[in-house]
């Protein structure tokens, strides 16, 4: 199966720090994605990318960077953290194209106070 | 954007009966997916739908399609207190990387 591994379960943060989230998959999957998750709001798609150094804005990029440095990993960088970024994100994984199923880490719940 | 809505956003049922989710969506699909969460975790996938089938089975789980009017039902048979979780739809678009999640159906299985 299929293995999502983010770096950390659990998060506090202060406001201003530089945050990073890490998420490593070990199926050579092409396409990688950064979900945030709030109650209420399901799942809002904040980056994706579909290749090595490859990067696309999803719904929800704002405050949020990317690096994709090599392919089974995917970082989620947050400049400057703000207590709205207070959340569950959530990274996935998937191979090729065709929106097929994707794999999900745990999870990590980051606090930012 | 929110492309899937779950109906309703909780449901709560004894062990045994049938738990049905809809989902309803708003532009063309590919496809329609399930997914489960347990409290505080990550997603699983459960199932996916392509735009051109009807109704897939897998184990216990029935889920139909009818891109007519842009819905998706999930019927989970003989529920378990095991089968408590959230439960999502997902849409991927024809040629489109994104899969878009609704907001989710909250099942709660009584022992």
């Known amino acids: 199966d299929v293995k999502v591994t983010q770096s950390s379960r659990y998060l506090v943060k202060r406001t201003g720090e530089k945050v990073f989230l890490e998420c490593v998959q070990d199926m050579d999957h092409e396409n990688m994605f950064w979900y945030r998750q709030d109650p209420g709001l399901g799942l809002r798609l904040i980056y994706f990318s579909y290749d090595v150094k490859m990067k696309e804005k999803g719904d929800i990029p704002e405050g949020y960077s990317v690096s994709r440095e090599k392919k089974e990993r995917f970082s989620l960088i947050l400049e400057s953290a703000s207590t709205n970024q207070t959340s569950m994100y959530l990274c996935?994984?998937?191979?090729?194209?065709?929106?097929?199923?994707?794999?999900f880490g745990s999870g990590t719940q980051l606090s930012v106070l | 954007s929110q492309q899937g809505e779950e109906d309703p956003q909780a449901l709560s049922i004894q062990e045994g009966e049938n738990a049905t989710m809809n989902c309803s969506y708003k532009t063309s699909i590919n496809n329609l997916q399930w997914y489960r969460q347990n409290s505080g975790r990550g997603l699983v996938h459960l199932i996916l739908i392509r735009s051109n089938e009807r109704e897939k089975h897998s184990g216990r789980l029935r889920v139909t399609l009818d891109t007519s009017k842009k819905s998706s039902s999930l019927l989970i048979t003989a529920s378990r207190a095991a089968d408590t979780a959230s439960y999502f739809c997902a849409t991927g678009s024809t040629g489109g990387f994104k899969t878009i999640f609704g907001a989710g159906t909250r099942l709660f299985v009584k022992a």
């Open positions: 996935a994984s998937r191979r090729g194209q065709g929106n097929e199923k994707l794999f």
